[in-house]
């Protein structure tokens, strides 16, 4: 019985210093999470009307790559020069199709140079042709992905993280991943809420 | 969206503000993630908020799987800086961690670090969070019965790998 006290009691003195809740930190948590509800962008209508416009692709042909740049406006500080990329990564447990958007951005305060960074990237993700993603059965995240979906672990986040790691990847090899530019990803299984 | 859920959001954000911060600063080596994290927290739940649940104890569970996924996506290498939290993150980098982290603890926080990840983030959840074993299973997403199965394994191997090097 000692030895079940003391691990407790073990464990709660390893725990790492919390952020006090007099805390200059803890204040400035407040004050995001105001900020974050008042300048919220209003999502859901935008999102449906992504959805349905990636849906019909998907259904239409089995495209899975389209721009809709002018949709997105929750990376605020690079709204205006957002450029994405669709994925359909399988259905969700609810049999809705999934769609993944991926993006790059530069990191807030990014100098021209690096704008134009990401500009590069941005035009490496359209002008690809992602229709073969996972036609590459060699390619560690094409394998990964058919791995999950074989043994029915799949979830829409992890196809999507699997399948941003492969684009990630492509533009690593074409030496447009630089520091200071980053891949974004957001999920949407079609009900106007994302991940 | 009604009013109503906006205004039930707002006040379980700031209510948690603190907590889910303390979530990240428990679970990432840089405090410059942790700020980026909970911004990302706060957006993805306003992106959700059609599923924010009528029970407040539901709702402040259901913050708390959001923070989780924003963390696994991060553990995957998915990273958003967000410009709203710069302040948090300048309050953060000026409240440096504690120096004085004794050994002990030092080996207990390697002995949890070293268990399985099911198992790791429910005796994080139980032990630094405060959640109960039903709680952690909620937040990860699994049965109560499961969880204490993991949980009961995870104290286990915690106690023969403590043991080994005679802090219990």
Redesign the interface.
């Known amino acids: 019985v000692s030895?079940?006290d003391?691990?407790?009691a073990?464990?709660?003195?390893?725990?790492?210093?919390?952020?006090g809740?007099g805390?200059?930190?803890?204040?400035?948590?407040?004050?995001?999470?105001?900020?974050?509800?008042a300048?919220?962008p209003r999502?859901?209508r935008r999102?449906g009307i992504l959805t349905a416009v990636a849906g019909a692709l998907v259904l239409a042909g089995g495209a899975t790559a389209v721009a809709a740049p002018a949709l997105f406006d929750?990376?605020?500080?690079s709204a205006d020069t957002l450029a994405v990329q669709e994925f359909p990564v399988g259905d969700d447990a609810a049999g809705r199709m999934c769609v993944m958007a991926l993006w790059a951005?530069a990191?807030?305060g990014a100098s021209a140079d690096l704008n134009a960074a990401v500009e590069k990237a941005q035009a490496f993700l359209h002008q690809q042709d992602w229709s073969a993603l996972d036609s590459d059965t060699a390619n560690l995240w094409v394998r990964q992905r058919q791995a999950l979906i074989a043994d029915g672990s799949a979830t829409p986040?992890l196809l999507a993280?699997l399948t941003?790691?492969q684009v990630?990847d492509e533009l690593a090899d074409a030496g447009l991943i630089v520091p200071g530019v980053?891949v974004?990803?957001r999920i949407d299984c079609g009900?106007?809420?994302?991940? | 969206?009604s009013r109503e859920a906006?205004a039930r959001?707002?006040r379980l954000?700031?209510l948690l503000?603190?907590d889910?911060?303390?979530y990240f600063?428990?679970r990432v080596a840089s405090r410059d993630d942790a700020?980026d994290l909970?911004?990302e927290t706060?957006?993805?739940a306003?992106?959700?908020i059609?599923?924010l649940p009528r029970d407040d104890r539901a709702a402040r569970m259901w913050m708390f799987v959001t923070a989780r996924?924003v963390h696994?996506?991060h553990q995957?290498?998915?990273?958003?800086?967000?410009?709203?939290?710069?302040?948090?993150r300048?309050?953060?980098a000026?409240?440096a961690?504690?120096a004085g982290v004794?050994a002990?603890?030092?080996d207990?926080?390697a002995a949890?670090d070293a268990l399985p990840e099911d198992q790791r983030e429910l005796?994080r959840l139980i032990?630094?969070d405060g959640f109960t074993v039903g709680e952690a299973a909620d937040v990860v997403g699994i049965r109560e019965s499961t969880a204490r199965g993991r949980y009961q394994r995870a104290?286990a191997t915690?106690?023969s790998r403590?043991?080994a090097g005679r802090?219990?």
Do not use: K, Y
């Open positions: 030895n079940v003391d691990l407790d073990m464990l709660e003195r390893a725990a790492p210093e919390p952020v809740a805390s200059p930190a803890a204040r400035s948590a407040w004050e995001l999470a105001a900020d974050v509800g300048r919220r999502w859901g999102w929750w990376s605020w500080g951005e990191d807030p986040p993280s941003a790691a990630r980053s974004a990803t009900d106007g809420a994302a991940e | 969206v906006e959001l707002t954000h700031e503000a603190v889910l911060l303390n600063v428990r700020a909970l911004a706060f957006l993805v306003w992106r959700h059609g599923r996924n696994n996506n995957r290498g998915i990273r958003r800086r967000h410009q709203l939290a710069d302040r948090l300048l309050d953060l000026s409240t961690a504690p004794s002990e603890s030092l207990v926080r949890v005796v032990h630094w104290r915690l106690q403590l043991a802090l219990v």
